[in-house]
């Protein structure tokens, strides 16, 4: 366990979030707004899968044409919760989503 605190914005990149849990051997980093309150936090599972690191999943053309777009977007926002520039984040405070 660490006990520095590594913290990123809504706007940083994902690229450099990576960078920074490697560098710094830790698994998620607080996800702050621009007055300094945890507003999420960003984890090696919300990484998994994703575009930028080349492991974007990819579904079967025949679900694409049961399901049609649309109704994909709307399963996968409702599993994923919001976003923080683009990665999924777990929601802390008020404005959590139960």
């Known amino acids: 366990m660490t006990r520095t605190i590594v913290p990123v914005g809504r ?3 994902v690229a450099e979030a990576i960078r920074m849990m490697l560098e710094n051997h830790i ?3 607080p996800v702050m707004d621009e007055v300094g309150r945890v507003v999420g936090v960003l984890t090696e599972g919300d990484l998994l ?5 080349g492991t974007e999943r990819h579904r079967p053309r025949w679900l694409e044409v049961l399901m ?3 109704r994909i ?3 996968y926002t ?3 919760g919001r976003a923080a520039d683009g990665a999924p984040v777990h929601q802390t405070g008020a404005g959590a989503r139960r």
């Open 27 to 29: 698994g998620g980093l």
């Open 49 to 53: 899968r994703r575009n930028e690191t």
């Open 78 to 80: 409702s599993r994923r």
């Open 68 to 70: 049609g777009p649309g």
């Open 11 to 13: 706007d940083t990149p």
């Open 73 to 75: 977007a709307g399963a």
